[in-house]
């Protein structure tokens, strides 16, 4: 038995019960993508969610990124003008720092019209999937979990892995905007005094605008919402909103990949296994890669019951490529005074800083690719 499997723990169900071979906590991009990539095996997947409807409750932004649109089918009818350029502001919003790629780095998207894709490709695959259903579901038993349950994870803790322990939060206001010809620009403030440990951003691709900003908890320097309203009042920047104002947010893990993220009854996607990048908080790219490994690990540990498998979903091995971005981390989460922030912004200002800056906000590495389980 691998290590770890053997503190496991099962929730025990009563008899008479649904017993399914896979039970998917969650109806996120990465449950839904797991979901339908489990159930191409030919294992009966059911997907429960306690949301009652999958257009509410977003707590994502939707960046995709290069790398993401390069590597996977994602509905274009969902996808947002590409970005291009960004824009890097001290705490003062004086003289940014531009930044242009010859590429296209990023596409926002409707994240409601995602997952109703991600739904119905997964229904197509022959998941089953039932909203208003909380986990432990009543009634249903399943032979493996995988937990897609977000960044306070009920799987995690119910089996006994790792559970995310560095969190930042965030709030976003979403809004139809004019489309007045303006160059799509992804807009990122630094101000440690408003968004500590993280950033406030602006993407405004011509067609909608999303403002928001995040931070760590403990730090913030008042609720959300009124932390919002002042970037909104200060920041020059902001369209006007020609539509409804929507508004979402929620917790975001920021410590790497979880180290014990399966065992013999289940394994952890997504937010759930701290799948987000500890620098940017992007999660959407590793939310995919890692559920491709997962439904390839799950499906083959199903197949064989051979525990040795779940070796092949290694948090540990994934963690460790996170060194540099973790260190990383500690830095950003370091710097608490704007004058702080505006003396970074002098080093931004040259040319390696600003090569730096290229890399982290351009660069092909927001996720590392993880290693196919070899064909049994």
């Given amino acids: 038995m691998v290590a770890g499997v053997r503190r496991c723990r099962r929730w025990l ?185 993280y950033l406030a951003w602006l993407v405004d691709d011509g067609q909608h605008a999303h403002l928001g900003l995040a931070g760590l908890p403990d730090r913030l320097p008042g609720p959300l919402p009124r932390l919002l309203a002042a970037l909104r009042a200060r920041f020059p920047d902001v369209p006007p909103a020609v539509g409804p104002v929507r508004r979402r947010g929620g917790p975001i893990p920021v410590n790497g990949v979880l180290r014990r993220i399966a065992c013999a009854a289940g394994l952890l996607v997504g937010d759930a296994a701290g799948a987000v990048s500890p620098l940017t908080a992007g999660g959407l790219d590793p939310c995919l890669r890692m559920a491709e490994l997962a439904a390839a690990v799950a499906g083959d540990y199903l197949r064989t019951g051979d525990a040795a498998v779940l070796r092949h979903y290694d948090g540990s091995a994934l963690r460790a490529r996170f060194r540099t971005r973790l260190l990383l981390r500690d830095v950003l989460s370091g710097v608490r005074r704007p004058a702080a922030a505006e003396v970074g912004f002098s080093v931004l200002r040259t040319r390696l800083g600003r090569a730096a800056a290229s890399r982290v906000m351009f660069g092909d590495g927001s996720f590392p690719d993880v290693a196919p389980v070899p064909a049994r």
């Fill in 13 to 197: 169900p009563s008899a008479a019960m649904e017993t399914v071979d896979v039970l998917v906590v969650g109806a996120g991009l990465a449950g839904l993508h797991t979901a339908r990539l489990v159930a191409r095996q030919g294992f009966d997947v059911l997907v429960c969610e306690r949301r009652t409807s999958l257009d509410v409750g977003i707590r994502t932004t939707g960046i995709f990124v290069r790398r993401t649109l390069r590597d996977f089918a994602l509905p274009e009818q969902h996808l947002g003008p590409p970005v291009r350029r960004v824009l890097l502001y001290p705490p003062s919003l004086r003289a940014p720092v531009e930044l242009v790629s010859p590429h296209d780095e990023y596409r926002v998207a409707d994240m409601a019209g995602v997952y109703a894709e991600a739904l119905a490709r997964a229904t197509a695959a022959g998941a089953r999937v039932r909203l208003g259903v909380s986990y432990p579901a009543p009634g249903i038993t399943a032979r493996f979990t995988i937990g897609a349950d977000g960044a306070r994870s009920t799987v995690a803790r119910r089996l006994g892995l790792d559970v995310n322990r560095r969190l930042i939060v965030g709030v976003e206001e979403v809004f139809p905007v004019d489309a007045g010809g303006a160059v799509p620009t992804f807009h990122c403030v630094l101000d440690p005094a408003l968004a500590p440990g």
